[in-house]
């Protein structure tokens, strides 16, 4: 079944440090790959996306992710963290679900804790 | 440019009553998309929806569920007869064209609580 897995419910890192969120998914053919961030009470905002070419892709507020084909995986980093980027991150893949549609199936998400 | 607009933000309902969430896509999306979140859990996609046709309702509920998308106005998810289980936060999200070449993007959500 295709399928987004997320591997960390909750991370804690300290201010300054760096951070990588994990994110695999299960698909057959190439995959339009997203990383979305919701604050709570809030909505999601798209932080990078991944259609073709260049593997690594760089994103807003100082975001990037790599698509690596070989280990399905398209994890999350961020050299140095700042105490805003509390938050939880979703992993999203575009899958076609048929009759011309594609549809955004997400992970569980990755809570995101930064200690000052 | 407004982004995607949702209202009502919070909505409480008592079990048994009708509650109605709309959706202002981005101008020039014609692609709609609504997800639900529950508690500690991720999205789970509901439907997806151009203007007055349904396209991909595998995720919606069979009973008590409808969504519409008119050629004017917003998008309408509809919930009949609210049970307890419905409370979670619905989410509209909209794009241009297919998400194979472009990205969605998501309103504030509507939070609904069944009392």
Known sequence: AQSVTQPDIHITVSEGASLELRCNYSYGATPYLFWYVQSPGQGLQLLLKYFSGDTLVQGIKGFEAEFKRSQSSFNLRKPSVHWSDAAEYFCAVALYSGAGSYQLTFGKGTKLSVIP | NAG????????????????????????????????????????????????????????????????????????????????????????????????????????????????
């Open chain 2, 4 to 115: 995607v607009m949702q209202n009502p933000r919070h909505l409480v309902r008592r079990r048994g009553q009708e509650a109605r969430l709309r959706c202002s896509p981005m101008k020039g999306h014609s692609h709609v998309y609504w997800y639900r979140q529950l508690p500690e859990e991720g999205l789970k996609f509901m439907v997806y929806l151009q203007k007055e046709n349904i396209i991909d309702e595998s995720g919606m509920p069979k009973e008590r569920f409808s969504a519409e998308f008119p050629k004017e106005g917003p998008s309408i998810l509809r919930i009949q007869q609210v049970v307890r289980g419905d409370s979670a936060a619905y989410f509209c999200a909209s794009s241009p064209r297919l998400l194979s070449g472009t990205e969605a993007f998501f309103g504030q959500g509507t939070r609904l609580t069944v009392v």
